[in-house]
Nanobody, 134 residues
């Protein structure tokens, strides 16, 4: 059974940095694409970025391009979101999710293909709060 746990959120001043972690259990995270999403109060969830499986190509979303980046530590089965130059508008609950996988019963298996970011995000963490003060 796949479990994703986000951590690293907190309160930071505008211009500061945070690094969020998405740790997985029950699966080898390197076999899946992993994305970060965020949802601010009263707003729809939006994508932050996605890191492909296999080659680790990152697809950042426009709103955070140049400020946020993602990375993997396969030995720790973890994906990170490094957030720099934070703005109050970045305040949200941040979620990680995997794509490029499918469920068979309670077990989660990787699909074929090198990307994964173009598939459904079907395993989610519980989220971590990021608050940026002005």
């Amino acid at each position: 059974q796949v479990q994703l746990v986000e951590s690293g959120g907190g309160l930071v001043q505008a211009g500061g940095s945070l690094r969020l972690s998405c740790a997985a259990s029950g699966v080898t995270l390197a076999s899946y694409a992993v994305a970060w999403f965020r949802q601010a109060p009263g707003k729809e969830r939006e994508g932050v970025g996605c890191i492909r499986r296999n080659d680790g190509t990152i697809y950042p979303f426009n709103s955070v391009k140049g400020r946020f980046t993602m990375s993997r530590d396969n030995a720790k089965n973890t994906v990170y979101l490094q957030m720099n130059s934070l703005e109050p508008e970045d305040t949200a609950v941040y979620y990680c999710a995997t794509a490029g996988g499918y469920y068979s019963g309670s077990r989660y298996y990787p699909t074929k293909g090198d990307n994964g970011c173009d598939e459904d995000f079907n395993a989610w963490g519980q989220g971590t709060q990021v608050t940026v003060s002005s």
